[in-house]
């Protein structure tokens, strides 16, 4: 693995299941983020989390969960996906030196 | 509210100079970013201004002005590939970036 890498690439989902994103790093770094991307507008933060163990809320966190059990991994969970949520979706982390953000390839989620 | 601003489509010319102007209203600032992403795949990292001035690197510079809550991304002798769209971020008083939509650069033969 090098840098972050997302999982699945796309997915079409029906509207009530429930879901889960994977994202994965190897860069070590503390602190990652899952946004969402939609035509039109900025990419919007659901979740993030400063360092393993602990998670915070975005700007558009509702109907969304992340967990943070280790340094590595920080899965996306849509309990009850909505079409609403049709979007895609970006994983990013960053290193504690500069703060700049490295993003995954991204999953393209559609719910119907 | 917070607030990016940067125009929504651009079109130049392969070969020439192109600024992409960001301005923002946030609550507090440390730092702005640029970043590029084509069309389908990731942004991926091209700049950062903190301090008021011009950062330059390679064919790309960004400048930022503090006070006016503006910035801008030169690319000069652009080529095709540079067509993809460029986003604005600043990051507020929480450390959190807030992004712009991102300008769509058109690239002209």
């Known amino acids: 693995i090098a840098g972050i890498t997302q999982a699945p690439t796309s997915q079409i989902l029906a509207a009530g299941r429930r879901m889960t994103l994977r994202c994965t790093q190897d860069?070590?770094?503390?602190?990652m983020y899952w946004y969402r991307q939609d035509l039109g507008l900025g990419l919007r933060l659901i979740h993030y989390?400063?360092?393993?163990?602990?998670?915070g809320k975005g700007e558009v966190p509702d109907g969304y969960s992340v967990s943070r059990a280790n340094t590595d991994d920080f899965p996306l969970t849509l309990a009850s996906a909505v079409p609403s949520q049709t979007s895609v979706y970006f994983c990013?982390?960053?290193?504690?030196?500069?703060?700049?953000?490295?993003f995954g390839p991204g999953t393209r989620l559609t719910v119907l | 509210g917070q607030n990016i601003d940067q125009p929504t489509e651009m079109t130049a010319t392969e070969g020439a100079i192109v600024q992409i102007n960001c301005t923002y209203q946030?609550?507090?600032?440390?730092?702005l970013f640029w970043y590029q992403q084509h069309a389908g795949e990731a942004p991926t990292f091209l700049s950062y201004?903190?301090l008021d001035g011009l950062e330059e690197k390679g064919r790309f510079s960004s400048f930022l002005s503090r006070s006016k809550g503006y910035s801008y991304l030169l690319l000069k002798e652009l080529q095709m590939k540079d067509s993809a769209s460029y986003l604005c971020?600043?990051?507020?008083?929480?450390?959190?970036?807030?992004w712009g939509a991102g300008t769509k650069l058109i690239i002209k033969p």
């Open positions: 990013a982390s960053s290193d504690s030196e500069t703060d700049t953000q490295y």
């Open positions: 860069m070590r770094h503390n602190a």
């Open positions: 989390s400063n360092t393993a163990g602990t998670t």
């Open positions: 946030t609550s507090g600032f440390n730092g």
């Open positions: 201004n903190v």
């Open positions: 971020a600043v990051r507020d008083s929480n450390y959190q970036l807030i």
